[in-house]
């Protein structure tokens, strides 16, 4: 089955504790992204990246990291999580620009 | 990447009637997709447009590409309570630029 899966789906962390959402994809897509949903402000776009070795901001990357060493893996990693940065988080891929995104991942950071 | 304007924000609909929802962007688009979303979990898929005029349904859904490029619209016919949820549109002009409507939020009454 198609499918792009997200790990964990739900966090509770605390300020300044390294944190890395994972996101793999079995399409063999090119496109990956990352983007967080906050009410009111619908999705935005943390980064993304187009191929492997090759990752881009988005909107509103302050506060993340991420790599691409793998066509199939796009990993989120936040170095020193702070309350603000508390939303539910999506991975996508995409190789046409059907864009399918995984489940979601809801991160708290206290 | 800016945000679509879609329409309405909200719709309460009795059992049985048909819905419309729209999109419209200020630049020309190559891709128009509508997604429904529902509480926590991730987007899916409904419908993905590629050419201008192009009609397309899938069930009772049916959701068409502006002539102008700039715009989209989805329809439900015959809704039912599993309808409920957030239904959003989303579009680029290069895949990389995905844009997002900020949902119709869809409550069906039986």
């Known amino acids: 089955e198609a499918q792009v899966t997200q790990n964990p789906r739900y966090l509770i962390t605390v300020t300044g504790k390294k944190l890395t959402v994972t996101c793999s994809q079995n399409?063999?897509?090119?496109?990956m992204s990352w983007y967080r949903q906050d009410p009111g402000l619908g999705l935005r776009q943390i980064y993304y990246?187009?191929?492997?070795?090759?990752?881009d901001k988005g909107d509103v990357p302050e506060g993340y990291k991420v790599s691409r060493k793998e066509k199939r893996n796009f990993p989120l990693i936040l170095e020193s999580p702070s309350p603000n940065q508390t939303s539910l988080y999506f991975c996508?891929?995409?190789?046409?620009?059907?864009?399918?995104f995984g489940e979601g991942s809801r991160l708290t950071v206290l | 990447g800016q945000q679509l304007n879609q329409s309405p924000q909200s719709m309460f609909i009795q059992e049985g009637e048909d819905v419309s929802m729209n999109c419209t962007s200020s630049?020309?688009?190559?891709?128009w997709l509508w997604y429904k979303q529902d509480p926590g979990e991730g987007p899916v898929l409904l419908i993905a447009?590629?050419?201008?005029?192009e009609l397309t349904s899938n069930g009772r859904l049916t959701a068409q590409f502006g002539i102008t490029r700039k715009d989209s619209f989805l329809n439900i016919s015959a809704s039912i309570p599993s309808d409920v949820g957030i239904y959003f549109c989303?579009?680029?002009?290069?895949?990389?630029?995905?844009?997002f409507g900020a949902g119709t939020r869809l409550t069906v009454k039986p």
């Open positions: 996508a891929s995409s190789s046409t620009g059907d864009l399918f």
């Open positions: 990246s187009m191929n492997v070795e090759v990752t």
């Open positions: 630049s020309i688009f190559n891709t």
């Open positions: 447009l590629y050419k201008a005029g």
């Open positions: 399409m063999n897509h090119e496109y």
């Open positions: 989303a579009g680029h002009p290069v895949y990389y630029d995905m844009r």
